[in-house]
């Protein structure tokens, strides 16, 4: 029973332990690390789900981290939001250390590996921490810890571009957190507590005042900064591109969501959806902005030949769509947005996933370097298709279910102007989806000055004869997503049930 | 008038530390040395922590420590928060710069202007080695 | 006489009485008394869905023994057609078959329902596509084409994307199958992978995706939020809405959107695909472009007008004669185009976009006779057009022979193709004794029931332009001398080939003779409305 | 009125650090200002912060600078007067301007509803801290609240702190220490 009730703080504290022993283990056996690190994250999802359980048995959960009641204690609050960004951020995070063991051998320096898996724990337990904790100065260390071993990681990657993308990361990353920091000194001294719970039944009686406002804006900048809503993606595209895949992969499906989770805890969490509409036009400004980054972050991945950068800028378009359907602010919308941050980690997860086994296989990045690929790997291929009808939104797939609810929720706010938006977002995303899906499918003939460069060998292989698939170790986890991405398009009861109910616990 | 010069004397603090914090950030954006980013971002910083610690001042306070004689201490809440956040900024600082040494030994500069010539430079050699790449298979074949 | 009564409002089917001799023939069927709405559930639909799916898999498994593989696609075209078939008396005694799959969200339902008018669609696909089975292997064979597996799944998966669009309850499964369709037959249009392949395979999906996201899309989250359901009815699912204040103006954007979004139905402005999509093998060309691609267009633009806004909706509007006049100048200006074109596969790709304007045109006059006139033609053309590109393949199969201009004589070496294709355009055309011409007299009757006599014009002059580019074929295949050095010597097409086209050839004129079947289905449509 | 004085040297400071062009001098003008920040923050009786800034930042982060230093260039680039007035330099420098101008007035904005400096009333005094001063000492038995409240009611938060320094560690090792070189390594033969 008593190790029940310590679960929201085991979901921490072990990753954290784990992250400490893996460098010191990993000079024995160089398997260990993803035993590990794979083990613990398996773990942490199997706590996370029955903490999800859990919120839906008997709501809100408020664990007292060393007894101390809140608001002078820190307190790890778990609700239907974060209960379930916190399955999505730890399923993704298992998935991909599953995934990860070749590819890491491949890209990572063999003598870096034990290193790369503490940091990749240290940065899943900063995430896991900013969605699990009910304190709003605690959030911003996590910040600092997921941000820090976020750098690290973005920095193994193999080429020198990499260095430069994490250093443009840090800053800009730095500066976003010291934005949140003054917006919780602003906050803190408006209200005198920390805690988000207390701060949400102090403020309103304060939303008057100037501090306020400050702080909210100050937070809105900070946050966009860290989830890269459009104007401020600056870093996100050359950190996707450089960094290892693996890393690229779990970045891109959980990071910026727990970015969307902070922005829609503080925007609804704390403040709560009447300032926005009575003090200052900060959703109007949202909905613009994540307007513009639905088109400009698709229109410019339409640009892009090399195939990592083109997903890096689909996310800032997805990521754009999350945004939207939380400003919105009505249930239906809420709703969509919520379940977009299951439905994009799933897709773009898959989708970096196949990247990185096209990486393993044959060390293309390019865009053109795919043609023909349907021969020679046929099922990473078929999960491309499958992630990437997701992103154009078609039916069955979990990109139109969020696409769904986000329209409706438009239109129920009365904001029927947004849909052609929408709907543009998904005509361009149909535009880089599907020229490369016809590239792999129906290969054209290339002059033959172009032969196609394959493996480091210099070997010409013909990619049409030859079939040669990723490891099963890589391809399984990836159809994996592949396949969630399908069955929570057909039947998406389940995580509808939970994104609803949190939606109407944001809303109220 | 007298408002004014009213708020001025009752805030001076946070004015000269919104001056501080902008400074830094000016620094932080517009300079194009890595190093001199990273000073601008730590002056931004530290400025933040002045603004927490004259937020926890009260007038006539001691410093929080248990004291017979003291009747008013000052607000110890704000002095823990940025024990932490001394400690996460330097520890920034430490990665920004083992990052700046890494780009040193790569790029030979610290320069943000000629590392983006130099990238450019690598985009077009790349390139070039992959034509060279494929002509020479082409031959081959 | 057939007399469909209808609760509150009683009438007949005019023309009935204006041609005695219909009544002699066509009265086999008696179906009196009410149309009790009886719902029966039932898998069946589903199955019929799934039969093909599951030949995709035995044709994946067996890609490389090509005629166990090409076995699989037979043997699922003869299920599912039983399987129609044995829904069929059902649906005569008046009654429904619905069939839910799964709530995908709520109020988005992947479900089944089939009434008479998705049976009548689907009973011509999947019997067309027993005839198209065999044709495509004697097409791909005596042409020896490449990736025959890859083209024989598509083949599967967009039939039965078809029939999910001919039997869909609502329009997110329409939506659904519709899209399906698009994904499924890009493939078959780009199959070639030439530089034109792709190229019009390009235009293709632009277009198809394009519009059936920007428009039918958005029209779907307008009707979604305006009226909560998106399920067919017979009355229409805007008029709460209406009647709860939804401005008209809101209405017609959606109803454009619609048919904005249906651009399948090949309706100018947005027939430029078809005509690029002519890349495609012929087989591809005539089930996907004469039968499964276009008529589901159309059978959606059917299913737009007549179960989501509902005649009387759209006749408050007046929206039904606009989209009349469109589809009389799509008819007209697309029948010119045919005239100027000198390959054959381009003139029959116009002459479809014509042709399918007919349909529209039909329904939009909102009257008994033309909704019964437009769902005949969505028959009749199919089995006149799919003849006509079956032999425009059996003549490139044999003589690779692509422009008209080359086809002097040609019937003298193909006597069998040319008659056959001589009977289709004669039905497109519309003389007696073909079944083109029910469609047509059912649509001037329509005409006169809406009162809008000037049209009538519109149908004659598209007849004789029907005329103007069909009747030069014949003749030059018949009454030209042979190019010089080539002889008059019999070549057929394989058997396999010929017999296809000479059954749906015999099919347009037994249409003529025993309609009996499609017409009560389609008369059963419009009793059901109201 | 030393208050004012200090307040304005680091002013000073700041802007002098920003603006060298020497690094190295930069980085002990940058220690400078931290160290007098330090003072200042003694002058606020926040004597455990003055400590660790003295130590940390003042201390640690410029050895680490100098050391980062050392290890690179000394100097800043001087732009040439043609290179400082290119379009894309001045519309840095505008663009960074609008930023910071824009950030410090609303800033200043929100200072116009703040509690005066020192307010005995102010919320932030009022609300939570209260029990830190008047309980600590009997739930936790240190005489620091500053050190009870770090290691006890916000215990977590050092965890946090302690973290994010493992992290910074790991990270530093792993960007500088030298690896050797994978034998095999696959990626040397591809261009891509």
Redesign the interface.
């Known amino acids: 029973m008593k190790f029940i009730q310590e679960l929201p703080v085991l979901i921490i504290v072990i990753p954290l332990i784990f992250a400490v022993i893996i460098p010191l283990v990993g000079r024995l056996n160089r398997l260990l690390p993803w035993i590990i690190a794979s083990t613990i994250t398996f773990f942490c999802f199997l706590i996370s789900i029955s903490l999800l359980i859990t919120v839906l048995d008997t709501g809100r959960i408020s664990y007292w981290l060393g007894g101390w009641e809140p608001p002078w204690g820190i307190e790890y609050a778990i609700d239907y939001l974060n209960a379930f960004v916190l399955v999505v951020v730890s399923f993704i995070a298992f998935i991909v250390s599953l995934y990860s063991r070749r590819s890491v051998e491949l890209e990572i320096n063999k003598n870096k590996i034990s290193a790369f898996y503490c940091i990749y724990m240290l940065f899943i337990t900063g995430l896991m921490g900013i969605v699990i904790t009910g304190d709003i100065f605690n959030i911003y260390v996590f910040l600092e810890i997921s941000s820090l071993a976020g750098y690290g990681l973005i920095a193994i990657g193999r080429k020198r571009e990499a260095l430069v993308a994490s250093y443009n990361y840090l800053i800009l990353g730095t500066i976003a957190a010291t934005f949140i920091l003054i917006g919780i000194g602003y906050i803190y001294m408006a209200t005198g507590t920390l805690n988000i719970a207390d701060l949400q039944e102090r403020l309103p009686a304060l939303f008057h005042s100037k501090m306020v406002l400050v702080a909210l804006a100050f937070f809105t900048v900070g946050l966009s900064l860290k989830l890269a809503l459009f104007p401020l993606h600056a870093w996100l595209p050359g950190a996707y591109t450089h960094a290892p895949s693996v890393v690229s992969c779990i970045m891109a499906a959980t990071a910026t969501k727990v970015g969307v989770y902070a922005m829609l805890r503080i925007i609804f969490g704390v403040f709560r959806i009447e300032f926005d509409i009575h003090f200052i036009p900060i959703a109007n400004i949202l909905i613009v902005v994540s307007s513009m980054a639905i088109i400009a972050g698709s229109a410019l991945a339409i640009a892009q030949t090399n195939l990592k950068r083109m997903l890096a800028y689909s996310s800032i378009g997805q990521i754009g769509y999350i945004v939207l359907g939380a400003v919105l602010a009505n249930q239906i919308a809420m709703t969509g947005s919520i379940i977009h941050i299951l439905n994009h980690a799933l897709m773009k997860g898959a989708l970096f996933m196949v990247v990185g086994c096209i990486i393993y296989k044959t060390g293309i990045e390019d865009i053109s370097g795919l043609r023909g690929m349907g021969k020679k790997m046929p099922f990473t291929m078929a999960v491309f298709t499958v992630a990437g009808l997701s992103m154009m939104g078609v039916p069955l797939t979990v990109g139109f279910v969020s696409k769904w609810y986000i329209a409706i929720g438009a239109l129920n706010a009365g904001m029927g102007y947004l849909i052609p938006v929408i709907i543009t977002g998904s005509l361009l995303a149909a535009v880089y989806v599907w020229r490369i899906i016809v590239n792999i499918y129906f290969p054209e003939e290339l002059p033959k000055h172009e032969l196609q460069y394959t493996d480091g060998g210099a070997e010409i292989t013909d990619h049409k004869s030859q079939y040669s698939e990723a490891p099963w170790s890589m391809l399984g986890p990836t159809i994996a997503l592949a396949v969630l991405c399908i069955y929570f398009g057909i039947s998406a009861t389940a995580p509808l049930y939970i994104a609803e109910k949190a939606a109407v616990m944001l809303l109220q | 008038m007298i408002d004014v010069i009213h708020f001025i004397q009752t805030k001076f603090y946070y004015l000269v530390v919104i001056f501080l914090m902008m400074i830094g950030l000016y620094t932080t954006i517009a300079s194009r040395n890595l190093i001199k980013k990273v000073i601008g971002i730590n002056i931004f910083q530290i400025s933040v922590f002045l603004f927490y610690i004259a937020m926890a001042k009260v007038k006539h306070g001691t410093a929080p420590i248990l004291w017979d004689k003291a009747v008013i201490y000052d607000n110890p809440l704000p002095h823990v928060l940025i024990l932490t956040a001394i400690v996460v900024s330097v520890s920034t600082t430490a990665v920004a710069l083992a990052l700046i040494i890494n780009i040193y030994k790569e790029y030979e500069t610290i320069e943000e202007d000629s590392i983006l010539a130099k990238q450019e430079l690598d985009e077009e050699e790349s390139i070039l080695a992959k034509q060279k790449l494929d002509i020479d298979r082409s031959n081959m074949a | 006489m057939i007399e469909y009564r209808i609760p509150n409002n009683e009438y007949r089917i005019s023309n009935i009485e204006l041609f005695p001799l219909f009544d002699v023939l066509y009265s086999s069927f008696n179906f009196k008394g009410q149309l009790a709405l009886e719902t029966v559930y039932s898998s069946i639909p589903f199955f019929v869905i799934f039969v093909p799916l599951c030949a995709v898999a035995l044709i994946l498994i067996f890609s490389n023994r090509p005629n166990l593989r090409e076995s699989w696609t037979i043997l699922a075209s003869l299920t599912k057609f039983g399987l129609i078939v044995s829904m069929l008396p059902t649906i005569l005694d008046g009654k429904v078959i619905e069939c839910a799959i799964v709530t995908v969200l709520p109020g988005l339902d992947i479900k089944f329902k089939i009434d008479a008018l998705g049976i009548f669609f689907a009973l011509t696909a999947s019997f067309l596509w027993i005839l198209t089975s065999f044709y495509s292997i004697g097409y791909v064979r005596t042409l020896n084409e490449h990736a025959q597996t890859r083209y024989f799944i598509c083949f599967a998966v967009a039939i039965s994307a078809t029939m999910g669009v001919a039997f869909s309850a609502n329009m997110f499964t329409t939506y659904l199958f519709y899209e399906m369709i698009t994904f499924s037959t890009y493939a078959l249009v780009a199959h070639k992978e030439t530089p034109e392949a792709r190229s019009g395979a390009k235009v293709y999906f632009v277009f198809l995706f394009g519009t059936s996201v920007a428009f039918l899309l958005s029209a779907i989250f307008l009707t979604y939020y305006a009226t909560g359901t998106l399920d067919f009815s017979n009355q229409g699912i805007f008029n709460d809405a209406r009647g709860k204040g939804l401005s008209d103006i809101f209405l017609i954007v959606v109803f454009g959107l619609f048919i904005a979004g249906t651009s399948k139905a090949a309706m100018m402005p947005f027939h430029a695909w078809l005509p690029r999509a002519m890349v495609a093998p012929t087989p591809v060309s005539a089930f996907l472009h004469a039968v499964a691609v276009v008529k589901s267009g159309i059978f959606v633009v059917v299913k737009i007008v007549l179960h989501l806004f509902g005649i009387n909706l759209l006749n408050e509007l007046r929206l039904g004669i606009v989209l009349a006049y469109c589809a009389s100048f799509t008819m007209i200006v697309s029948s010119l185009i045919a005239l100027r074109q000198d390959n054959l596969k381009a003139r029959l790709a116009y002459s479809t976009v014509a042709q399918l304007s007919y349909v529209i045109f039909g329904v939009a006059l909102l009257t008994p006779s033309g909704i019964t006139g437009s769902i005949m033609h969505i028959v009749i053309h199919a089995f006149g057009k799919i003849t006509l590109f079956f032999c425009a393949g059996a003549i490139y199969a044999v003589t690779h022979k692509t422009k008209i201009s080359e086809l002097d004589g040609i019937g003298r070496k193909m006597p069998f193709t040319m008659i056959a294709f001589s009977l289709a355009s004669l039905s497109i055309i519309g003389i007696p004794p073909l079944g083109g011409f029910i469609s047509k007299w059912y649509l001037a009757m329509g005409v006169i029931e809406a009162g809008e006599i000037p049209i009538i014009a519109v149908l004659i002059i598209s007849s004789i332009l029907n005329a103007c580019y069909f009747i030069p074929i014949v003749y030059k295949a018949f009454f030209k001398e042979l190019p010089p050095g080539e002889t008059a010597e019999r070549n057929e097409a394989p058997a396999i080939m010929v017999v296809p086209l000479a059954l749906t050839a015999t099919g347009t004129l037994l249409l003529f003779f025993v309609p009996s079947l499609f017409l009560d289905l389609a008369k059963m449509v419009v009793a059901n409305l109201n | 009125m030393i208050d ?1 004085l200090l ?1 304005l040297i ?2 000073a400071c ?2 002098a ?2 603006s060298i062009k020497d ?1 190295l001098s ?2 002990m003008i ?1 220690g400078v ?2 160290f007098i ?1 330090a003072t ?2 003694t002058r ?6 003055a400590f ?2 003295a130590s ?2 003042a201390g ?2 410029s050895v ?2 100098i ?3 050392s ?3 000394r100097y ?2 001087l732009y040439t007067k043609s290179e400082r007035r290119k379009p894309s330099a001045l519309f ?2 505008v ?3 609008f ?3 824009i ?2 007035a ?15 009333d ?8 209260p ?3 008047e309980e600590s ?1 009997h739930e936790t038995g240190v ?4 050190t ?3 290691a ?10 302690t ?6 560690g ?7 220490r030298k ?4 034998d095999d390594d ?7």
């Open positions: 004012i307040l680091i002013v700041a802007i650090a920003v690094l930069a980085i940058l200002y931290s920040m200042i923050f606020l009786n926040a004597v455990d912060v660790t800034e940390v930042g640690i982060t680490l600078m050391a980062a230093l290890r690179t260039k800043e680039y840095l420098k663009l960074s301007l930023i910071v101008i950030t410090g609303v800033l200043v904005y929100g200072t116009l509803d703040m509690p005066e400096f020192g307010d005995p102010a919320p932030a005094n009022k609300h939570v801290s029990r830190y001063i000492h005489n620091n609240f500053v009870a409240v770090l006890s009611y916000r215990g977590y938060d050092t965890l946090g702190e973290t994010v320094i493992f992290t910074a790991i990270c530093v090792i792993l960007l500088l690896f050797k070189k994978d696959r990626y040397a033969g591809i261009c891509y």
